[in-house]
């Protein structure tokens, strides 16, 4: 059954891809195309721009974190997820509502006597994409290199320190070689991210991007290959930088000293113990802005050239749930998330118990097949699914995705999200003896009955942390959802909230009230992951 189900929802997407859009002449009038060559080319610098953006963030962070205890550590640390209750596409309307033409930043400017600036215009969308991108996904580097930090030996650093080296030098010879793992997991997992992120240039307009592009050939299919081999290089690149950032993390430096004395934080007193978590709060306060301008229009009556809304009201989240697309796509959402976790929770605890315990023959493609959804982007999944069912007539019995999506979407979800059941339950399996199973194996317990009666009871934490990543990530997932649905009636949450922002109109509003909701969601399923795991949360983003 577990090869059915990696056969059916991960490796046929993918072959009908590489089979539709593997074609050199394709590929090479493709580059040909200014426009599709242009695409790619900003797609690559808009995520190598917002891997920088990340990596300026979040450094820092994690060394202050690591060195010095200070006022406000524990609140500053547990705030870290903060920027991620809400997904960037929905934050790109409180980003506007910032930096559009008649935002609160040209409020500010006309006050002063100013002139309007246009930041979101031609260029401007590029950088507006890169900003709120990394300050959705710094968190994730932060805990890959909190966790690299954390294995550092600190003697080394004393050693060097009473050598006479300086702090710099330390940190470029010692620190830096040590946290590298941290780095290109963390970084790497960035930027294909950034890499193939459909929603926030399409809610930005910003469509010389090859995600965006992709979406706008979803209608030529069955006539144009050209979809297929914009589709098939993003998955190439994205491969390629996984495998990259796999090989490069691979026989670390930091591992070497894994298991050493860990450092003890430097008390800071006086008005020091307050600087860092200014640097904190600043950080975590600007990434929250767009979280905050949403709050503000959602609940606001007129929000038109001021810095603060005119008036009150209620009646945004009255207007939301009187809406026909919002009600129905929250059950819509719940029944594609609770079926893609419940497949993705068996898929991916059968997965790491064949390869942390049973260690069956062929256990290792397992694991490398529940992995490989994080090489492939969402995008390239969802195309992939939805050109199975436009080429095989099987696939579109099944899974149709005009008159009943639920189980396209729910495999769609599921596969996106297995690497994350699987990284919680092989971990809670390293830390559990395998006395017990070997006990009862030996009085003649077969395996089934040994996983249910010993080894779920002992995994209970690590599956129900699998299950709310999936569960949550796939009430809010984009591509997908933009991608595979096309009748209003099957709208997931997220495609209602794009569908509402595209409305003249109050449709802004409307959908930033839904999105409030999406990010108090968010913020509960992150706040019980982090309460359950805490600093353990980190493995969950690392390769």
Known sequence: ???????????????????????????????????????????????????????????????????????????????????????????????????????????????????????????????????????HLYPILYLNLAAALANCDPALNEAARNLGASVWRRFFTITLPLIRPGILAGGSLVLIWSFTELGTPLMFGFTRVTPVQVFDGLSELESNPMPYALVLVMMIVSSLLYLAGRLLTGGSGASAVKGASTSVAQQLTGIKAYLPGIFFGAVTIMAILPHIALLLIAFSQDYYGTILPGSWTLANFQNALGDKLVVPSIFNSLRYSLTATLLAVTAGTLCAVLVVRWKVRGAVLFDLLSMLP??????????????MTVKFSWASAIFDPVNSPLWLLAGAYAIRRIPYVVRSVASGLEQTPVVLEEAALSVGASRQRVFFKILAPLLTANLLIGGLFAFSFSMLEVSDSLVLVQKSAFYPITKAIFELSQVLGAGGVTASAFGVWTMVFMAATLGAASAILGKKLGALFRF
């Open 374 to 387: 994080l090489a492939i982007p969402g995008i390239v999944m969802a195309f992939g699914f939805l050109g």
């Open 1 to 135: 059954m577990l090869s059915l189900f990696f056969a059916v929802f991960l490796l046929l997407p993918v072959g009908t891809v590489i089979a539709e859009g593997c074609s050199w002449q394709i590929i090479v009038s493709l580059w040909e195309n200014p426009v599709y060559r242009g695409g790619l080319i900003n797609s690559f610098l808009l995520a190598i721009l917002t891997t920088l953006l990340v990596f300026v963030l979040a450094l820092p962070l994690a060394l202050l974190s690591d060195r010095y205890d200070f006022r406000g550590k524990g609140l500053w640390n547990a705030m870290i997820l903060a920027p991620m209750i809400l997904p960037p596409f929905v934050g790109a309307l409180g980003f506007q509502q910032i930096f559009g033409y008649y935002g609160v930043l040209n409020t500010i400017i006309t006050a002063w006597g100013g002139c309007r600036i246009d930041f979101l215009g031609g260029d401007g969308k590029f950088f507006a994409v890169a900003l709120i991108e990394a300050l």
